[in-house]
């Protein structure tokens, strides 16, 4: 079962063609990420600044097609690589069922509070391989 987040642009958020500003989707991608964690089982607050965090070192977009102010946007949220210090999160935006935007981020695991890449820990490592396909 693929890990969806709803989010709603706000006005501040949209440009002057009335669509999402190409800016804020790495924004609402890493606001997706960091409830998918929370939905794994390691909550954010707790784990980011102490056992587990992640730094991008990738980030891919695609837009496909607009969302606008107040449209409630769903981001699917599925590991697709997962290396031994790397691992990369893709992201499908919709609207109604229309594709808007895409991504595809790689993360390193680091040390919380510092740059050294380490090994993803095995118990996140699990529940990256319990939601991923293969891309």
Known sequence: MTFTHRRRPTYAEVDQQGVVFHGHWLAYFDDAMTRFCDHLGFPPKEVFFS???????????????????????????????????????????????????????????????AAEAVEIPRDVRAALEGRQTAI
Do not use: H, N
Request: proline letters at 6%; glycine letters at 10%.
């Open 51 to 113: 056992t587990f965090d992640v730094m991008v070192v990738k980030a891919q977009l695609d837009w496909q097609g607009p969302a606008g102010f107040d449209d409630e946007i769903e981001i699917a949220v599925t590991p697709t690589r997962i290396g031994t210090k790397s691992f990369d999160l893709e992201y499908r935006a919709t609207v109604e069922g229309r594709p808007v935007c895409t991504g595809l981020v790689t993360y390193v695991s680091v040390k919380p509070g």
